[in-house]
């Protein structure tokens, strides 16, 4: 089975200049999580889909970052414009269903690089 | 409230030897405890959960206790091996939130 997709692994980008990541989950998982991961930590939750529904984007800077899963499958994140200290790793997860008692599969990141 | 907090940040331990890893929360909500094991360009990945109705989880070198009246939980890799060498995560999960420690790298000298 295949694990968690994501594209691309790496980009460098000049600040202010856009960048899109992309997240193709497990097959039939229903929910998705797109983390940020800095340098040393823990990843944080940015936001979660149940299907094509963010259910929860509390933590996603909404004035620079937009994410967007349009058929309940594969999601795209997006950062316009980037700035320095978003450099960081960009985890996406899926899982089977809408509690955290289940286990989250995470691809294995886009390690974005902002100059 | 949603902090988790890991100790320690970092870890060397000798080969076969137990690797000991704290974390600490502080909302009473969480009700699921995975740890997950990262290795470096690979994203994060589930090793070893537990729920608070029982004090320990065994799964093959790698337990989990936990301590609910201290709100505390601890991973142990017993037998500590070269492969073992990794950064390792805590979480808490309660009301479909998961809040990850900072990490631990822990280094396995041969």
């Not at chain 1, 940020?36 to 970052?65: C, H, M, T, W």
């Not at chain 2, 989880?57 to 073992?84: C, V």
Request: with cysteine; glycine share 8%; charged share 20%.
């Amino acid at each position: 089975e295949a694990g968690v997709v994501q594209s691309p692994r790496y980009k460098i980008i000049e600040k202010k200049q856009p960048v899109a990541f992309w997240c193709n989950p497990i097959s039939g998982h229903n929910t998705l999580y797109w983390y940020l991961q800095n340098l040393g930590q823990g990843p944080e939750l940015l936001i979660r889909y149940e299907n094509e529904e963010a259910v929860d984007d509390s933590q996603l800077p909404k004035d620079r970052f937009s994410a967007e899963r349009l058929k309940g499958v594969d999601s795209t994140l997006k950062i316009q414009p980037a700035e320095l200290g978003d450099s960081a790793v960009y985890l996406c997860a899926s899982s089977l269903s809408r509690g955290g008692y289940n286990e989250q599969f995470f691809g294995p990141g886009t390690r974005l690089t902002v100059l | 409230q949603q902090q988790v907090k890991q100790s320690p940040q970092s870890l060397i331990v000798q080969k076969g030897g137990i690797s000991i890893i704290n974390c600490a929360y502080e909302n009473t909500a969480f009700d699921y405890f995975p740890w997950y094991q990262q290795f470096p360009g690979k994203g994060p990945a589930l090793l070893i959960a537990i729920r608070p109705d029982v004090s320990e989880k065994k799964e093959g070198r790698f337990t989990i206790s936990f301590n609910k009246s201290a709100k505390q939980f601890s991973l142990h890799i017993m037998d500590s091996q070269p492969g073992d060498s990794a950064t390792y995560f805590c979480a808490a999960s309660g009301g479909f939130k998961t809040i990850f420690g900072a990490g631990t790298r822990l280094f396995v000298k041969a």
